[in-house]
Each structure stands twice: as structure tokens, then as C-alpha cells.
């Protein structure tokens, strides 16, 4: 008894202590509309990709309805297996569209943008999808008289034939004044003549023809001769190399400002268009560039005797051809050089990793292959159908 006080204290505390804990746990314990979170904040909406798109046929083809060609069947093709939701938002400045995607105002851009270093500092690219040639577009029509005859008129050709006329002067006034007393028969004392014939002698030991109606019979003649043999022999060859050059040029029909290697882009007016490679390799063959906002006004520029030629891609070009058969223009040759196409994407963007398993995939089963031979054939189609009609 005595202590019973204590116990029925110690009870009070118990009660007490538990009813605090009771409290503290309720208080702590979520109710259930905190703990379960309504469907609606689940889900997530992904807004469509914003996706600009440009190009020259028959990578892209703007209609009056709607965009056609390689790339907006292969995108299709692309978009459609991946459930992939999109807006398109057409591109007419390469540079330009570059630019949106490096300030990430497009989350991707496809079409035939090259794979280039300087760009690759800027913004990430698939793997490449499409292997293109550098092409050169120059006039196909035969040359004018005058064209012909104008190498024969450059500097190179009248240099050559003055300095030429100039030596065969000074080799027939050394003969002529050697033999001039003792051999007159053949080398006239007269000036004029004398000189004349001691010219034609020089020029028969030049092309080795060798007359024989003319010959030194003096010693200090012969000397003169034997010196003239060892300079043909030496030096005159190039003199005339110029005067072949030139010859061959005017006999061939073509012209000195033909374009029928890379080294004819020297210092030559190319048209190229604005933000494309064309410019970089433009200036790689040290030629003058002139740019163009577009491949109309390149080509327009070529037919107004502007520029002598066009660098851009080899395909864009052979459609433009196909499609427009009465231009007198052609492509050239050769090649520039060969470069990779790749879609364009904001640096370290998600769809990076995706979009070049699936190109890999469609170039691997040759889906991208039909799809560009499709539509290259169509326009061989096209131009045959026109060319029987008589257009």
C-alpha cells in the first residue's frame, strides 16, 4: 500500500505516452487521396516533334498541297513505323535551318544536309543515310567560230609566237651576215632578202624538216647553225608548246574557258547556292564563287553567260536535267568529291541513338535504295514521255 501511489502513476504516464505515439502516427500517415495520385496526373502528353524539312528535288519536292520526294517518303515510312507524332515546317535557307536546330528551334531537320566538320561543332547528325557526288553543271552547246579561234588570240599564244618570230629574226641575221660574201647564192647580199632566206633556213632546222635548198658553207655560218640546232633542241619547244596548246584547242572545238577537269575551276566564276558545301568546295579548287539563293538562279545565271558553271549535288542536278530536257547544259565528267547526308538534331538530343538504328536498319534492307530509284525513275519517266511527245 505503501507504494501504490507510484503505480497508479506510473499507469497515468503509460496511458499518456501511448496516446502521443497514437497522435504522432496518425499525424504522419498519408490519408488516402494524398497517398494515391488520380490518373490524370500520371499521364504525360509528348507534344509532336517540330520537324523542319528542306532541299532540292528529288530530295524534296514542294507542291501546292504538299511536300513530295526522297525525304518526306522516307520520314513517312520512318514516322509511321515509330509512331512518331510531327509538324513539318519547310526550311528554304540551309544556313538557316542549321541555325534553328543549333538554337533548338526545331528538334530535328531532314533532308540532303552534308556531314561536315564545321557543322558537326554545332549540331549532331544520324548516321548517313545517303551517299552523294559533288557534280559540276556547265553549258553543253557547241562553240561559236569566234570561241574557237579566241585561244589563238590569248596572251600565252601571241607571247609565244612574237618571242618565237623574234629569235628566227636573230638566228637569219647571224646567218646572212656569216655567209652573206662567201655563199650570196643562197644568202643574198641584200638585207631583206638575205636576212629573209636565213630566216627560212632556221626555221626548216627548227621543225627538222631540213630542205637542204638552203646550208651554211662558212665556218663562222656552220657555228651559227650548230648554236641555233642546241637552242631548238632546248629552249624553243617551249615556245611552242603554247602555240600547240592553243592550236589544239581551236581544232577540237573547245575553249580555253571549258570546264573538263577539276584544276579548269582555277580561278574561274562558279555559281553555287548560299549555306550549301558547293561554296566550301568552290573555294577547295581556288575558284570565284558566286552565290545564289537558290538552284533556279545558279542555273539561270549559267544560260546568261554569268558564271561558267555550277557546283552543287550530282543527283539534284541530273533531276533538274531530266526535268527541264531543252537547257543546253550538261554535268561534267568527273566529280568533285563524295559526301554523306544525315539528319540534323540539337546536340545531345534523345532521338540521336534512335533515328540512326532505324536509317541503319532501312539502308541495310535497301528500303531507302527504292525509295530514292523510284523516284529517280519517275523522272526518266517523265522526261521520256515529254521527249516523244515533242516537247
Do not use: H
Amino acid at each position: 500500500m505503501k507504494y501504490r501511489w507510484l503505480a497508479g502513476f506510473s499507469l497515468s504516464c503509460a496511458i499518456a505516452f501511448s496516446g502521443t505515439i497514437g497522435a504522432i502516427a496518425q499525424t504522419s500517415t498519408p490519408s488516402n487521396t494524398q497517398a494515391t495520385p488520380t490518373p490524370a496526373e500520371n499521364q504525360t502528353v509528348a507534344a509532336p516533334l517540330t520537324v523542319g524539312i528542306g532541299g532540292s528535288p528529288p530530295f524534296v519536292i514542294q507542291g501546292e498541297d504538299k511536300i513530295q520526294g526522297i525525304i518526306p517518303d522516307l520520314w513517312d515510312y520512318i514516322a509511321t513505323n515509330q509512331d512518331i507524332e510531327y509538324e513539318f515546317v519547310l526550311q528554304t535557307n540551309t544556313q538557316a535551318a542549321i541555325d534553328a536546330v543549333a538554337n533548338q528551334e526545331l528538334d530535328l531537320l531532314i533532308g540532303p544536309f552534308s556531314i561536315n566538320a564545321e557543322r558537326l561543332e554545332r549540331v549532331d547528325f544520324t548516321q548517313p543515310y545517303f551517299v552523294s557526288r559533288i557534280g559540276v553543271l556547265i553549258p553543253s552547246e557547241s562553240p561559236s567560230l569566234w570561241n574557237r579561234l579566241k585561244p589563238l588570240f590569248r596572251t600565252t599564244a601571241l607571247t609565244s609566237a612574237g618571242v618565237l618570230a623574234l629569235v628566227l629574226f636573230l638566228v637569219g641575221n647571224g646567218i646572212w651576215f656569216a655567209e652573206r660574201k662567201q655563199n650570196s647564192e643562197q644568202f643574198p647580199e641584200q638585207y631583206w632578202q638575205g636576212v629573209g632566206n636565213g630566216m627560212w633556213f632556221a626555221l626548216v632546222t627548227l621543225t627538222t624538216v631540213g630542205y637542204g635548198d638552203r646550208a651554211p658553207s662558212t665556218s663562222a655560218g656552220r657555228f651559227v647553225a650548230g648554236i641555233w640546232m642546241l637552242i631548238s633542241m632546248l629552249a624553243v619547244s617551249s615556245l611552242t608548246a603554247g602555240l600547240a596548246s592553243a592550236l589544239t584547242l581551236a581544232l577540237s572545238g573547245a575553249t580555253a574557258d571549258s570546264i573538263n577537269n577539276p584544276d579548269d575551276l582555277r580561278d574561274t566564276k562558279i555559281a553555287v547556292i548560299s549555306g550549301t558545301t558547293g561554296v566550301t568546295w568552290a573555294q577547295e579548287y581556288q575558284a570565284k564563287p558566286q552565290e545564289y539563293p537558290n538552284l533556279q538562279e545558279a542555273v539561270t545565271a549559267i544560260t546568261e553567260d554569268q558564271v561558267r558553271g555550277l557546283i552543287f549535288d550530282r543527283p539534284a542536278l541530273q533531276y533538274y536535267l531530266l526535268q527541264n530536257p531543252d537547257l543546253k547544259l550538261e554535268l561534267a565528267d568527273f566529280s568533285l568529291d563524295a559526301e554523306n547526308f544525315g539528319f540534323v538534331l540539337p546536340r545531345n538530343s534523345a532521338l540521336t541513338r534512335d533515328l540512326s538504328q532505324v536509317l541503319l536498319q532501312l539502308k541495310q534492307n535497301n528500303t531507302i535504295a527504292e525509295i530514292s530509284d523510284r523516284w529517280l525513275k519517275e523522272a526518266e519517266k517523265d522526261y521520256q514521255s515529254d521527249s516523244s511527245s515533242g516537247k
